[in-house]
């Protein structure tokens, strides 16, 4: 059942696909620019919410298939990263959601909005966790330069923004998200004050290195140097939540550009002539964590499935 598979991205969506294919029985190699702890997937939050991603219809299935995943992962916190943790969404309302809410175990109403106990994910320790998992599994990470889509039996497109260049596909762009680490003034749950448009929101995530604030959505925006007014604003719109932030220890600053896809994310089987096969999974935004799994199993399935192109736009 071997057959040979090059997934090309080494962040989450790629790790999770080239890991589905592996644990298949195929032999997977992951071309990546960088490592996964270097790449936008560490930047990430981590907690687990479809934020800022289309297509609608197709979003609550992945991210559900997803929390699956984390749910069982968060039995081996130490070891995988996740964790489920106690939040509230301030100012989300039920009403307000797809179909897919009513499956989130615990998801409830307040008067301060909703409140769930969700997977909070530690990305730099679940990518790395990620990466053994792969190895274990067969499979192989390899860093290099890759300036097209190689030519392979199959190929697995993973690259999120790089697959402006490399598809070559103009509808993905920049969403500059800038966050700052501070020593955690012993705040144990999540918040979340976001809106779907605007380019800024308050958020904090209780993380083993320290509380991570948030955060910005600049759209078109590839700057990845921290802008100290922007850190400023951040530290401030979560010290209105909970004060004791405005004095904690900064420990570091963070920027990631979240690959938006303007259609929605794309997962899509193409058939050669030659009867080669290329899979894309890309255009994820926000919300790569939350529909990873999900994502994964769909492109693996396509990518291996023998049957005439299908596709997700």
Known sequence: MSSDVIVVGGGV???????????????????????????TSAVAGGLWWPYRIEPEERVGDWALASLRVYEELALKAEETGVRLTE??????????????????????????????????????????????????????????????????????????????HLVPDPQVRPVRGQLVVVENPGIREW????????????????????LLLGGTAQEDDGNLTPDPATAGRIIAGCARIHPEIADARVLGHRVGLRPVRDAGVRVERQLASN???????????????????????????????????CSSR
């Open 191 to 210: 918040y979340t004050a976001v809106e779907d448009a605007g380019e800024e929101s308050t958020y904090f995530m209780p993380q083993p290195y320290g």
């Open 87 to 164: 939040g509230l969404h301030a100012g989300a309302r039920l009403d307000g959601l797809g179909p897919w809410a009513a499956q989130v175990p615990g998801l409830r109403e307040g008067p301060e909005g909703l409140r769930a106990r969700l997977p909070l994910i530690d990305m730099p320790t679940h990518l790395d966790w990620l990466e053994r998992r792969l190895i274990e599994a067969g499979g192989a990470v390899e860093v290099r330069d890759v300036e097209r889509l190689p030519d392979a039996p199959i190929v697995v497109n993973c690259t999120g923004l790089g697959a402006r």
């Open 275 to 309: 009867g080669w096969v290329l899979v894309h999974n890309y255009g994820h935004g926000g919300a790569g964590v939350t529909v990873a799994w999900g994502c994964a199993q769909e492109a693996a399935a396509l990518a291996t499935a023998p049957s005439a192109p």
């Open 13 to 39: 969506i790629g790790l999770t696909t080239a890991i589905v294919l592996a644990e298949s029985g195929r032999q997977v190699r992951v071309w990546c620019r960088e490592r996964a702890r270097d790449s």
